[in-house]
């Protein structure tokens, strides 16, 4: 069968029925498949179906929606722009390559321990962050960062990561214990890994205990991300928890600089 030879319509709903980016590879078969490709009912299909509830508590739904009337191109912004929902202490975007779900949640909504003692860790606001605050570390001991969630709001089928998001500026303290970071299904499966979090220490002050261990890459935007672990999403309604210690150093931390922690689709 040659398929140049379906109406546009059913070539629309066969590009419907794969991912956006075969969407537009197969765009250049013709220009019937061009046309097919741009259609509002093939980029509905890749955008969420719950996408008006994630987005609707917004300061930028109503814009949002008129500045991009076509479906491709409110596609292409979320998966471009991160956008703030939840009174701001979380962000939504698009995977631009599956259109699965991503969030960043603001360190304002995770649990920080001593996070709320001023002496211990401060909120400031830095322009680089998409979040009005940051949490800046002053002084501790005990670091420790953690925050479960719903797998509810995610992408069924999908195999997640979890990303530490971060800055190191005069940082302090690291160089001692590695950090454990572990992610994994509450009740079920989980994983637990030692890193280097400052990518800043020189290999001669690390003892044997930091030897071959990861530490974080630079992100575009500028921040630091490091992964923590990854899960697969069933599409049940599991809990998934997220956690960052290190508490055997007796040393004290500081110059540790947190924006969030990151869930999105890993890449296999």
């Not at 980029?43 to 929606?65: N, Y």
């Not at 401060?122 to 962050?129: A, G, H, K, N, V």
Request: proline share 5%.
């Amino acid at each position: 069968m040659d398929l140049q030879a379906l109406p546009e319509g059913c070539i629309a709903n066969i590009l419907s029925l794969t991912t956006p980016l075969d969407a537009g590879r197969l765009s250049l078969i013709s220009r019937t498949f061009c046309s097919a490709a741009q259609s509002d009912f093939v980029w509905e299909r890749f955008l969420p179906s719950d996408l008006e509830s994630i987005i609707s508590d917004s300061r930028e739904f109503s814009s949002l929606i008129a500045a991009y009337p076509s479906k491709k191109a409110l596609y292409l912004h979320l998966s471009d722009h991160p956008l703030l929902i939840d009174h701001g202490r979380k962000s939504f975007q698009l995977d631009k390559r599956t259109g699965k779900k991503c969030y960043m949640i603001a360190a304002r909504d995770l649990t920080i321990i001593w996070g709320s003692t001023p002496q211990y860790w401060d909120w400031i606001t830095l322009p680089e962050s998409r979040f009005r605050e940051v949490a800046k570390l002053l002084a501790v001991c005990w670091f420790e960062i953690r925050r479960n969630i719903s797998t509810i709001i995610l992408s069924p089928g999908t195999q997640y990561a979890a990303f530490l998001v971060y800055k190191m500026i005069d940082a302090h303290g690291f160089h001692l214990e590695p950090a454990e970071l572990t992610v994994g299904i509450v009740g079920g499966i989980s994983s637990t890994k030692s890193v280097c979090l400052d990518p800043n220490i020189e290999e001669r002050r690390l003892g044997p205990n930091f030897q071959g261990l990861e530490r974080p890459k630079e992100r575009s935007d500028g921040w630091l991300e490091i992964e923590m672990g990854d899960f697969f999403n069933l599409g049940l309604e599991d809990e998934v928890e997220m956690r960052v210690i290190e508490i055997d150093s007796k040393w004290w931390k500081h110059g540790f600089f947190l924006q969030g922690i990151e869930v999105r689709p890993k890449i296999v």
